[in-house]
């Protein structure tokens, strides 16, 4: 099993910014993707910011400027680098690991992180 442990969340003001930090228990063979989410209170769970097996970068319309994602193998932890925030980033904020495959003949699976909070007050 793996665990995906999401952390750095908190209160912000307006402008500010905060680093979330995703890491993984254990090592692994393969992944496809290590994704950023979020969901607000009353709304739909939304894709953020992603990061391929090839380090290829996307993000939501909504944060492409502030928001960078990065990761580090080594630790395997990824992060997303918030700046600017604002307050309709208000919401938990979840990791997800995509096609995660954890040793060589292994099924390919997905994981998701508990969830951090971030509050951007105004």
């Known amino acids: 099993q793996v665990q995906l442990v999401e952390s750095g969340g908190g209160l912000v003001q307006a402008g500010g910014s905060l680093r979330l930090s995703c890491a993984a228990s254990?090592?692994?063979?393969?992944?496809?993707?290590m994704e950023w989410y979020r969901q607000a209170p009353g709304k739909e769970r939304e894709l953020v910011a992603q990061?391929?097996?090839?380090?290829?970068?996307n993000y939501a319309d909504s944060v492409k400027g502030r928001f960078i994602i990065s990761r580090d193998n080594a630790n395997r932890t990824v992060y997303l680098q918030m700046n600017s925030l604002k307050p309709e980033d208000t919401a938990m904020y979840y990791c997800?690991?995509?096609?995660?495959?954890?040793?060589?003949?292994?099924?390919?699976?997905?994981?998701w992180g508990q969830g951090t909070q971030v509050t951007v007050s105004s």
């Open positions: 997800a690991a995509r096609g995660l495959v954890r040793f060589p003949g292994a099924p390919t699976r997905d994981y």
């Open positions: 990061i391929t097996g090839g380090s290829s970068t």
């Open positions: 254990t090592i692994f063979f393969r992944i496809n993707a």
